[in-house]
């Protein structure tokens, strides 16, 4: 299986082209954190190449930019190409099939915000432990139900 789902914030604004058949297909690149980096111990990040088709690549060239928080889900694809250098080159794409996106718009646009952030920082983790409410479970639940209810087996479905 092949699956892919990414939660990170575009590092640059994407840039949409159309196909010489007229089909929209947009780039960008998301930056995931990772909570390890072996060389030193800390978080890095990872930048992550996308590319989306039609109708997502569509929304995502209108209503994201440059720090905009997104979900993607999606596939990994490999390829190479010869390019000018005359040297095969390899790449590694994250084909996005949904892109969620996790900020509002007026956030998502307004990209003074974003425009001096450190992408080279983690993204804060929500995996530490919380507090969970306890309840006392010595006492009766039903105790203020009112009266018994009396079944017989044929009240019961299976």
């Known amino acids: 299986m092949n699956k892919v789902i990414l939660i990170g914030r575009l590092s640059r604004d994407p840039e949409m082209r159309t196909t010489?058949?007229?089909?929209?297909?947009?780039?960008?690149?998301?930056?995931?954190?990772?909570?390890?980096?072996?060389?030193?111990?800390q978080p890095a990040t990872d930048f992550l190449n996308c590319v989306a088709w039609r109708r997502q690549a569509e929304n995502i060239a209108k209503y994201c930019s440059k720090g905009s928080q997104v979900a993607v889900e999606g596939r990994i694809q490999t390829g190479s190409y010869d390019g000018n250098d005359g040297q095969r080159h390899y790449t590694?794409?994250?084909v996005a099939d949904n892109v969620t996106f996790l900020g509002s718009r007026s956030n998502a646009t307004d990209t003074s915000n974003f425009s001096n952030a450190d992408y080279s920082q983690p993204?804060?983790?929500?995996?530490?432990p919380q507090e969970m409410e306890t309840t006392d479970v010595s006492e009766d639940p039903f105790k203020d139900f009112g009266d018994e209810?009396?079944?017989?087996?044929?009240?019961?479905?299976?």
């Open 20 to 41: 010489g058949s007229g089909i929209a297909v947009t780039r960008f690149t998301v930056a995931v954190s990772r909570p390890y980096n072996p060389q030193n111990g």
């Open 149 to 158: 209810i009396a079944l017989s087996d044929d009240d019961l479905p299976f």
């Open 123 to 128: 993204m804060p983790s929500y995996n530490e």
């Open 92 to 94: 590694t794409d994250i």
